[in-house]
């Protein structure tokens, strides 16, 4: 029997929560449980197991990033819309790290395509509309855009650019303007 005032939508967000505070990988049922003042048991009227909550959050933070990041690009094309879908990426990972990594959890294929995952696709797909990519280069641009924007965050929020100079802003200023302009000069395929 589930318990009055569970949901599984009240313990995706408790657990979104969690990760936020302590981390996507300490996101357990014993402590959404904890959280909510419920035994464990009570949980599984709602949910599967541990993997169902998981993936639940990284739905969750998957819809949120996509709501936000088509918020952000409205009306934009070209650099600003470049720097409006990365600093939703970055400014979301700060607000919500927990979440952010989430986003990144392996789902299965079919959980996949009905998630945001296709939105944040097709958005990536739209900034480069805005830049003049050779014909079949689309999907080698969409890569290097995730690997460079969710690969500076990755290491930003772990610390990795805390030693040096210059700060972590003007550095990441720099990286827009690089991918930019190797975006606007992207060279084309060598068929030989």
């Known amino acids: 029997m589930a318990r009055a005032g569970l949901s599984p939508e009240l313990l995706v967000r408790a657990g979104a929560d969690l990760a ?29 197991n541990s993997h169902d909550l998981k993936t639940r959050i990284a739905l969750l933070a998957l819809e949120e990033l996509a709501d936000r990041a088509a918020d952000a690009l409205a009306g934009r094309s070209g650099k600003e819309a470049l720097t409006a879908l990365a600093d939703t990426y970055r400014d979301y990972a700060r607000v919500h790290p927990g979440r952010y990594t989430a986003a990144r959890f392996r789902l299965d294929p079919a959980t996949a395509a009905d998630s945001a995952g296709p939105r944040h696709a097709r958005m990536t797909r739209a900034v480069l509309r805005g830049y003049d990519l050779p014909e079949g280069e689309e999907t080698a641009a969409v890569r290097l855009l995730g690997a460079a924007l969710h690969g ?24 827009l303007d690089a991918l930019d302009s190797l975006l606007r000069n992207w060279p084309a395929p060598d068929h030989t």
Do not use: N
């Not at 805390?162 to 990441?172: E, F, G, K």
């Open 20 to 48: 936020d505070e302590a981390g996507f990988e300490h996101v357990t049922l014993s402590e959404v449980a904890r959280r909510c003042g419920v035994k464990v048991a009570s949980l599984y009227s709602h949910l599967k």
């Open 152 to 175: 500076y965050v990755s290491l930003e929020a772990g610390g990795g650019f805390d030693h040096s100079a210059p700060d972590t802003q003007a550095t990441w200023e720099r990286t």
